[in-house]
């Protein structure tokens, strides 16, 4: 009876040991940070991580038992900034940043803002993210000069818009002070917030359209005012990673007039401490499925793989993407 009972457990505590070493063979885990869970990012990471099983199933079911199972996840996350900060922690493997940040985080350019990363890495860029005013109904708030004194919020720490927020502020010549008060709430809860009347206006970059903006204009009436100042036009014109947008008229119930802006472009960044088979592998999957990304939502219709791998992109390209792009006559 002893030996029976020392069999099973020898049995027992061998499985044991040996279930995790089977799981860590078998699996790679890696986590893709987005943004808000209204946002477009959280868009774009969920996207990935669907292609990636797709390649994967399909690969799998060709040589079973041979390849690794690659298992992905894109939580909701605080942005931009967030991402990058994680991703040079070994946190997260992959992350959506603005452009902006990208750029300055790679070169160190804005280090009170992101964390300075010269392993950060380029895999390629996705949707165009204008930066958007939007105002409060009744808020009698027509362009930069009539946010003074206003209820304004700049966006949670962490989140591109906050930074983004922040130089448009510089760029101006004002600081927090400007406005009657700031608030720091996050991408979900700041179009609640607006139609409550606890805030006047808030700041986003983000993809167009957006339901979290639609919740405000097509909601409660806010709209979107034009960011042409003198002072945003210096912006564009001294930095790379700028550009002049336009968001279309009819694209909320109240864009009634096309709205000048300027904006960044959405990328996708990794490490160079990550391996180049994992990149190389989401690469792949993204690139030969990327009709089924174009459909996951109207702010990817024009993804085209072409300048996917050159716009707003100021790190360099990790070398398990360059691995791809070359084979596929990209590069
Ligand atoms: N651009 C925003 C940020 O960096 C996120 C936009 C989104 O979630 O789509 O925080």
């Known amino acids: 009876m002893k030996k029976i009972i020392s069999t099973i457990s020898g049995a027992l505590f061998l499985f044991a040991i040996s279930l995790p070493i089977s799981i860590a063979k078998s699996a790679e885990f890696f986590s893709i940070g987005t943004g808000g869970p209204t946002g477009v990012y959280f868009q774009v990471g969920n996207a990935i991580c669907k292609m990636v099983a797709k390649i994967q199933s399909a690969e799998h079911g060709r040589k079973k038992g041979t390849a690794k199972a690659l298992r992905c996840s894109a939580p909701s996350t605080g942005g931009s900034t967030y991402n990058i900060g994680q991703i040079m922690q070994g946190e997260l493997q992959f992350g959506v940043a603005q452009s902006d940040w990208q750029y300055h985080a790679y070169n160190g350019t804005r280090p009170d ?50 930074g983004t927020f922040e130089v448009l502020m510089e760029a101006h010549g004002v600081d927090t002070g400007y406005f009657g008060s700031t608030s720091e709430l996050t991408s979900s809860e700041q179009s609640g917030a607006l139609c409550d009347k606890k805030i006047d206006a808030f700041g986003y970059t983000v993809g167009v ?123």
């Open 113 to 162: 803002k992101v964390k300075p990363f010269n392993g950060l890495r380029a895999v390629f860029s996705a949707h165009p993210e204008p930066f958007q005013i939007i105002t409060r109904k009744g808020s009698k708030i027509k362009d930069w000069n009539s946010l003074k004194g206003k209820k304004v919020n700049i966006g949670n720490p962490g989140s591109g818009q906050r």
């Open 209 to 331: 359209p957006n339901a979290g903006v639609a919740q405000s204009t097509d909601g409660c009436g806010a709209s979107i005012i034009n960011l042409d100042t003198d002072a945003v036009k210096k912006l564009v014109a001294d930095n790379p990673f700028y550009a002049f947008a336009t968001i279309p008229k009819g694209t909320y119930k109240t864009s009634k007039k096309d709205v000048t802006t300027f904006g960044v472009m959405a990328s996708v960044v990794t490490s160079e401490a990550v391996p180049e088979d994992l990149v190389y592998a989401v690469v792949k999957a993204v690139f030969e499925n990327l009709d089924d990304f174009k459909k996951q939502h109207p702010a990817f219709a024009n993804l085209n793989p072409k300048k996917m791998i050159v716009d707003g992109l100021s790190a360099p390209l990790h070398p398990g993407a360059v691995k791809y792009y070359k084979e596929k006559g990209l590069m």
